[in-house]
């Protein structure tokens, strides 16, 4: 994010992930941006199902402020950490309250959306269930030796907001969420008995199912010591990448130079998704 102003200070907060979108964590998601200055902000995508997102929008608001009088500019970003040693209960208390204000943050997300799906006429996300907290009274043992580290965020430095100057902005975001897999429908390879300095070759085809690109990278190891060794075998293509839904096909070639009657080998293949 830069800030293009010559002589006005901004704070901005991006749009938390609605809760159906939770994959998507904004980093800084709010600060304070100086005139003329930038900071780099990172979108972390973490899912634990498919899912594919075309050009959904996230919402950032800048508003002009001007921090306290006299005091000079300080940075400030909500990745800005310090740390601190508290006794065990007090640890556990400031967990809790932590807790229950993520609730509330996305409960209140919640409620967010659905107004705003219902302004638009479309259909509103889904209700999540309301999260439970324990409302047990945590009291603060002062007797306990302060052991546990606590990471707490730099308070915010004090400011005012100018009036009339807040704006929204839209982000089109993109992303597909997805494991490698892939299907094979050969887990064996038998050669024939060949002629030294004969070749024999073998086609076999892999598909990538998955909605995200597959790398591969083929090894050759003895089947008695697991030691990479690929002797009379070679496959074509040895490396590459498997666009999403699409096959790959291969070629293995036998091609002996001395006389045994053991060319066992393991051919595996080390598959991981393209970002």
């Known amino acids: 994010m830069v800030n293009t102003c010559s002589d006005k200070d901004l704070k ?32 972390i995508v973490r899912g634990k199902e498919t899912k594919k997102y075309d050009k959904v929008d996230f919402q950032v608001e800048t508003s002009e402020i001007k921090q306290g009088e006299g005091s000079g500019w300080t940075d400030f970003d909500d990745t800005m950490k310090t740390m601190r040693m508290v006794r065990p209960s007090e640890f556990k208390k400031i967990q809790r309250d932590r807790e229950l204000a993520e609730t509330k943050r996305k409960e209140e997300a919640e409620a967010a959306a659905q107004a705003a799906a219902g302004k638009k006429g479309g259909k509103p996300p889904a209700k999540a269930a309301p999260a439970t907290a324990s409302m047990e009274e945590i009291v603060i043992d002062e007797s306990e030796e302060p052991t546990v580290e606590l990471v707490d965020v730099i308070p915010e430095p004090e400011h005012t907001t100018l009036e009339g100057s807040t704006h929204q902005q839209m982000l089109k975001t993109s992303c597909v969420i997805d494991r490698a897999s892939y299907e094979c429908t050969v887990s064996r390879i038998d050669f024939k008995p060949t002629l030294m300095y004969a070749t024999r070759n073998y086609k076999f085809t892999v598909k990538n199912t998955s909605l995200i690109g597959l790398e591969f990278n083929f090894k050759i190891a003895n089947a008695l010591t697991g030691v990479l060794d690929a002797g009379p075998y070679t496959i074509i293509p040895k490396t590459g990448t498997i666009a999403p839904g699409c096959d790959e096909n291969y070629i293995v070639k036998f091609s002996p130079v001395e006389i045994s009657s053991d060319f066992n080998r393991i051919l595996s293949a080390n598959v991981r998704y393209l970002s």
């Open 12 to 43: 901005f907060r991006w749009s938390a992930g609605a809760p159906d979108r939770e994959e998507f964590t904004f980093y800084p998601t709010y600060g304070h941006l100086r005139a003329g200055t930038s900071k780099t902000i990172k979108v």
